[in-house]
């Protein structure tokens, strides 16, 4: 099947976008029943996906282990794996942010930076409708300014961006 993505534009308009096969899709998995679904279905219809992981470094030794088990899952199914972790406490501290929004900032500058370097055409994140902070971050982002990439986190560099949404299931 096809599957499109909910994105919003610049201006918050809905929109869906159809993710075409034989160009790389970045997606974000954190180990959960959700992500892991997502990247098997869009495996699982032919899709080119890149599993990434992020550890936010702020759970001990259970986020390293969450992003290590993601990378033995894409390794027994020989699905491509990018790990990444940042330090959430000095980003938040740097910028006067909250949790939720200096692990949002962190994460998708890791997404949108790996996403660049395998030319994805979209991050796509498996969340589900009632993970609000994640949600929000369902945008267009192929050639819109500033200003629409705003709920993507303040203070991640937008020079190379792609799609981000969440798959329509059937």
């Known amino acids: 099947g096809v599957v499109r993505v909910v994105t919003e534009d610049k201006k918050g308009a809905l929109a869906a976008k159809t993710l075409l096969r034989g160009q790389p899709i970045l997606v974000a998995v954190s180990g959960g029943a959700d992500s892991l679904a997502a990247l098997f279905y869009l495996r699982q219809l032919g899709y080119d ?3 990434a992981s992020f550890d936010h470094q702020l759970r001990g030794q259970n986020g390293a282990e969450d992003v290590a088990y993601v990378s033995r899952v ?8 990018i790990k990444g972790s940042g330090n959430v406490s000095a980003h938040i501290e740097e910028y006067k942010l909250s949790i939720e929004e200096g692990a949002r900032d962190l994460r998708y500058h890791f997404l949108f930076e790996q996403a660049s370097k395998i030319d994805a055409q979209a991050v ?12 929000i ?3 267009f982002l192929r050639g819109a300014g500033l200003s629409g990439l705003s709920e993507c986190g303040r203070h991640v560099d937008r020079t190379t961006a792609r799609a981000c949404g969440q798959p329509i299931l059937p």
Do not use: N, S, W, Y
């Open 49 to 51: 996906v890149t599993a």
């Open 74 to 81: 894409c390794r027994k199914f020989g699905i491509p794996f």
């Open 124 to 135: 796509v994140t498996g969340h589900t409708a009632d993970d609000q902070a994640e949600t």
């Open 137 to 139: 971050l369902m945008h």
